[in-house]
């Protein structure tokens, strides 16, 4: 006969629940060995699985170190709309400069038609050259006049924010106001579930959800503006859609982790600066 293993034998162990008074065994249960070191383990691994289940499929995985939040998603957004205005700013300068160049030095000028229409060099290549050159010192005379009373390209700027109409995109009492160190933002009191709209034309560049700050949409305007609407209890738009100014695209309240959950927070921002709302538009 084999050698049984001594610690997973059949040596049999009782756990009793016994009353300190009567001495009667209210609950009894026998086990051995290794039912023992199977009850540990399963009950090891149940734990393991709960706070798995917690924190892959709760809010609990915000507290997780590096776990991306509502303000660095709204710095990964601002920061690739400032690397795409920059690379946009390089190709226009780089294309300038190569013209600029070329007058200079009397070569013929960069044909820009030839960057989207490839046929159109070939075109012109065929005409006279007397009739070339008429054509391009009545296209200069043109470009000097458009100059000189400011229309064209030129005469594009962008528009002060105080001659802009900014829509409301709630009404209701400023319940926090702006402060540039603590609180970049305003808080808009109102009922759950009013309309939240649009303040200017502009796309959705984000939506989402946070644990802190509830339904999250942004919009992309205009003259490098952003305006963030924050503790949504629903959102009305996707990423990417284009909204009119005033056009609805949240229902507030209901969401945040604050005690004041019936409050809209509104941020905007202007080329990576936070602007006090209130100075442009009447709550």
Avoid: C
């Avoid at 900014?166 to 009013?194: E, M, N, Q, W």
């Avoid at 989402?208 to 003259?223: K, P």
């Avoid at 004041?260 to 100075?279: C, I, M, R, Y």
Wanted: charged share 20%.
């Amino acid at each position: 006969m084999g050698r049984q293993n001594p610690f997973l034998g059949t040596r049999q162990f009782r756990l009793s629940l016994v009353d300190n008074e009567t001495h009667n065994t209210l609950r009894s249960v026998r086990f051995n060995r290794a039912q023992l070191v199977y009850g540990i383990i399963t009950a090891v691994l149940a734990v393991l699985l709960v706070a798995y289940l917690l924190f892959a499929f709760t809010p609990l995985r915000t507290i997780i170190p590096g776990y991306p939040n509502a303000h660095s998603r709204r710095e990964a957004v601002a920061n690739a709309i400032k690397i795409d205005s920059l690379e946009n700013a390089v190709s226009r300068w780089n294309l300038y400069a190569e013209s600029l160049s070329r007058v200079l030095t009397g070569e013929q000028t960069v044909d820009f038609d030839s960057l989207v229409h490839a046929g159109t060099a070939r075109y012109l290549s065929n005409k006279d050259p007397e009739e070339l050159a008429r054509r391009d010192s009545l296209f200069r005379e043109a470009v000097q006049k458009e100059e000189q009373f400011g229309v064209g390209a030129s005469a594009e700027r962008e528009l002060p924010l105080e001659g802009m109409h900014f829509f409301t995109p709630l009404k209701g009492v400023v319940a926090t106001p702006y402060d540039r160190v603590s609180h970049p933002a305003i808080d808009v009191a109102a009922p759950t579930g009013s309309v939240v709209g649009a303040v200017l034309d502009g796309t959705v560049i984000f939506t989402g959800w946070d644990a802190e700050a509830g339904y999250v949409i942004i919009i992309q305007h205009r003259d490098d503006l952003l305006s963030v609407y924050t503790n949504n209890q629903k959102l009305l738009r996707s990423s990417g859609d284009a909204v009119k100014a005033g056009a609805p695209i949240a229902l507030v309240g209901g969401t945040s982790a604050q005690d004041d959950a019936d409050h809209l927070h509104f941020e905007l921002w202007q080329k990576g600066q936070s602007l006090d709302p209130t100075l442009y538009i009447s709550f």
